[in-house]
Structures are given as C-alpha cells and as structure tokens.
C-alpha cells in the first residue's frame, strides 16, 4: 500500500477503486469482522458510470457493511492504482435501501487498528476525522449536498429525501405540530425549498398562516429553491447557519434547524445562535432529527437537553423550546 494523504479531492474519472473508514456518532470507528477475529474495511470497485462520491461512497458501504454515510472526506489516495481512500461519518442502517446484514465491530480507532491488517489506514483516517474543521466540514457538505440534490430527479429528492410525496408528508408533517399559531417560519438549510412549501400548506389545512422563508449555505441550492418558489424568491437567501442574520433585522416565530447542518461540537452555538437572534420573543425554535431504524444519533429532545434548553413539545422526529 502506497498511498499519499491528501485533503483535496481527486479529479473526476480518476477513481476506480475506493476504501472506506466508517466512524459513528458517537466518534468510534466502524469496521466489518472478517470471521477470524480481524477486521476488514468496506471497499470496492467504482462501476461504469458511477461518480466516487455520490455513487460509490453510498453503495460500498450499504452492500458490505450495512452503513450510510452522512459525509465523505477523502484523506489519502494511491495515484498508481486510482485507488481514493476516505472516511464516512454516518451510522448503521436497517432502512429501505439493499444493505448488507452486518454486527460491526467499533471502537476507538486505535483499537480497531490494532485487529486488522491495513491499520495504518484507519490511523490515518482518525488523524483526518479529528482534525476537521468548520471550514472543512462545509466544503464537505457542499461538495456533496449541492450536486446530489440538483440533479434529482423529484423535488423530494432535492431536499435530500428518498421516498415520495406519501412519505415526505408521513416523515416531515409533524413539524406543523410545533406550530401553534400564525406567523413566519424560517427553514435553516432549505435545500430546494420542499419544506417550505410544505410547512405553508400543511399549516394552512389547520387554519393558520405560515409565512415561509429559507436560506442554505449552497448557492446552487439557492438558485433551485427561487425558481421553484418564484413568489417567495426574495425571501430565500445564501447564508451560513452559524452566522447569518436577515439583512432587515427581522425575527421569525418560528426557525426550524438540522443538527447536521453544523459539526456536531457546535450544535450548541447553532440552537443558541437562533434561538437569541433569530427566533423572535415568545417564538419557537423546532429541531428534527432524522435517521433510519438502528440509528444511534440522541433524538431531538436529548440533543437539545445536552445543551441545557429545555423541551416544550415533541412530534416523532421533531422537538421544539421556545423563546
């Protein structure tokens, strides 16, 4: 194995050939047991056809180790054999999708090192996991979350949601349960815009009235969301979660947020930093925590209990406090 780490992504068509460092929520590192008492990594081949990362990254790990990957970051890569090595942050997966059946084995990364044969590489990959940054986080969001979703085929796809109309409204309806009156309703990471139009109407078949506004840190998203929703295009921005504030110094009654939209050490900054100047006084802040059957991610109410806010409702996926 001759390998050189690298931060920076390879240029397309270039992989044939990918490994991949699983690491969960709670920052142990994931690997398959191999039926000896050693472990191996999730890898394969990148079929004809396929893009490294919004193909391959997604179908190696399901089919070999029964993982989804939320983000992909590649940290080395063999020019030689073509051969990207990257580390996934993600979780098991028991959804709908083909999987691999799998009892992975984690741990701290050192440890799973320790019992298998490409050590170095798992090594490698906690080095690169736990060095990220803001800055890094994003690009990694952006890298991914702006071509995937602008090239779905469906407008749930592009709010990065697998099923159809049925299943969105089944998946995503009970944030109107948070909702308790009329007012505006901020969509933090608003992709193409779905769940804004989806909050107004869902809202409006209980008599209130729900004006939506949106932002997304992926320009290309942005652009998505005004063409789908020409009649609210002013009221879509580019802006970074952590940061942004509505250049007229307006306040919502309502904002709605993802943890995954921030690295996870910085959830507390996102939730505080909407709760006190985006949400206006005696608003809501709802967050929703979305993940398939086995996932090991705190819901919504334990994420925000760890910070010490306290809950005021709950609906399935979502949770709110209020101002």
């Given amino acids: 194995m001759t390998y050189a780490l690298t931060e920076g992504d390879p240029a397309p068509g270039s992989v044939r050939q990918m490994t991949f460092v699983p690491f969960l929520p709670d920052g142990h590192c994931a690997a398959i047991p191999d039926g000896d008492g050693r472990l191996r990594l999730p890898s394969g081949e990148v079929r004809p056809g396929e893009h490294w990362l919004l193909d391959t ?14 983000r992909a970051h590649p940290f080395a890569y063999d020019a030689e054999a073509a051969h990207l ?5 993600g979780d098991r997966y028991k959804g709908r999708r083909p999987h691999a059946e799998v009892e992975l084995v984690a741990g701290p990364a050192e440890a799973i090192a320790g019992l298998m044969g490409d050590a170095q590489v ?7 996991f736990r060095a990220q940054d803001d800055a890094s986080y994003f690009a990694d969001n952006m890298r991914l979350l702006e071509p995937a979703y602008l090239r779905a085929a469906t407008p749930e796809g592009g709010s990065g949601f ?14 109107v349960e948070g909702l308790d009156r009329d007012g505006t309703f901020l969509d933090v990471g608003c992709a193409n815009g779905l769940l804004m139009e989806s909050v107004h109407a869902w809202a409006a078949e209980r008599g209130r009235v729900i ?32 940061s942004w504030r509505p250049r007229d110094g307006r ?16 959830f507390g900054d996102l939730a505080r930093h909407v709760l006190d100047t985006l949400v206006e006084p005696g608003g809501r802040l ?7 059957s086995e996932g090991t991610l705190p819901d919504a109410a334990e994420q925000f ?12 996926a979502t949770a709110w406090v209020d101002a």
């Fill in 57 to 70: 990254t997604l179908r190696i790990p399901l089919e070999t180790a029964g993982f989804r990957f939320q």
């Fill in 85 to 89: 090595y990257a580390w996934l942050d």
């Fill in 122 to 128: 798992v090594l490698d990959a906690a080095r690169s």
């Fill in 162 to 175: 697998g099923g159809g109309p049925q299943a969105w409204r089944a998946r995503r309806s009970m944030i």
């Fill in 211 to 242: 004006e939506p506004y949106g932002i997304d840190l992926a320009p290309g998203l942005v652009g998505l969301a005004r063409r789908r929703l020409p009649r609210w295009a002013g009221r879509i921005e580019v802006g970074n979660a952590l």
């Fill in 251 to 266: 306040r919502f009654t309502f904002a709605h947020i993802l943890a995954e939209t921030v690295p996870r050490a910085r």
């Fill in 286 to 292: 709802l967050l929703s925590v979305y993940q398939a």
């Fill in 305 to 316: 209990g760890g910070i010490g806010l306290a809950v005021s409702g709950r609906a399935g």
